[in-house]
């Protein structure tokens, strides 16, 4: 078992290098040896897409995903998943359904992170997208939040549930704060020394307003295990 590699997603790097907290991987990489692993998808995704496009909104943060990646922080996986990250994406896609018709959840990085993850043995994955997330750890839960979301009954395809819970139940997913949180523990943002605290607080506000997906709640409750 791969336990000091990480599978990340594109919303994960999104949201670490548009907070500017991308340092949180060479940390990782250089305090524990965690080695970050990326497919083909997430690289085209987080990285070539929106450097193709005359807008230059995201640039700054593709860029800096791409110079982990040239500084060998990021390892882009160059293995063939096509047919099963299909199969399982079609699956995922075929789970809830509301008014008869199946709701599209999943897109092609995550789920071929997913694919990845099995093949490769990797257990632990940084996604700050919600509905794939919530769809691995608590899909009757993701149930309740589509049924608010569409205002009608969810229906569930019971056998394709299990299928696709019986290939992801292994895995554990992990988002950009608690990455953050864990890297605070260990001295990452010592350098501010009486402000290490205050600082670690608005890093985690950052990451949610970057696109991590966390409750106001669940801010709460992290300000309070950083008491020290």
Known sequence: MKTNYVLCDASSLISLTGSCLDNLLPFFLERFGVRFLIPKSVEY??????????????NFSALRIK??????VIEVISENAEEETKALMKLGNN??????RPIRLMHLGETEMLVLA???DVTSILMDERTTRIL???PILLKDHLQKEFRTNIMVNKKHL???SSKVENLDVIRSTELLYLAY????LKHFKDLEQEAAEAALYNLKYSGCAISFNEL???AKLMVK
């Open 67 to 72: 110079d982990l990646i040239q500084d060998e």
């Open 118 to 120: 099995n093949r490769l």
């Open 95 to 100: 789970i809830f359904y509301a008014r008869g």
């Open 220 to 222: 709460k409750e992290y």
């Open 136 to 138: 691995v750890e608590d």
């Open 185 to 188: 523990e260990n001295g990452f």
């Open 45 to 58: 995704e987080a990285v070539s897409r929106p450097l193709s496009f005359k807008s230059k909104i995201h």
């Open 162 to 164: 299990l299928d696709f």
